[in-house]
């Protein structure tokens, strides 16, 4: 899972959900706005992709950020 962390401590994490008998009865339910936990921190899922295989992809980034940074506004 690539993690990039900037300068003022911002931190982005990008996470890829893929087609499979366990993952197929929910990945057509995440979407934008979910949250999700990754070594002790909570991000934001936003800048949803999808390929044509139905794997999706997302940014996510840390809860401070998506709350006090209007940037990441959903």
């Known amino acids: 899972m690539p993690r990039k962390q900037s300068i003022n401590g911002e931190r982005e994490i990008t996470l890829s ?3 499979g008998d ?3 009865k929910f990945i057509a339910d995440i979407e934008t706005g979910w949250t ?3 070594k002790g921190d909570k991000y934001h ?3 949803e992709r999808e390929d ?5 992809e997302f940014d996510a ?10 940037r990441w506004h959903m």
Do not use: C
Not at 52 to 56: C, F, P, T, V, Y
Not at 61 to 70: A, E, M, Q, R, T
């Open 17 to 19: 959900f893929l087609r």
């Open 22 to 24: 366990i993952n197929d």
């Open 36 to 38: 999700a936990q990754f």
């Open 45 to 47: 899922l936003f800048n």
């Open 52 to 56: 044509q295989h139905g794997n999706k």
């Open 61 to 70: 980034v840390l809860d401070f950020f998506h709350h006090f940074n209007g």
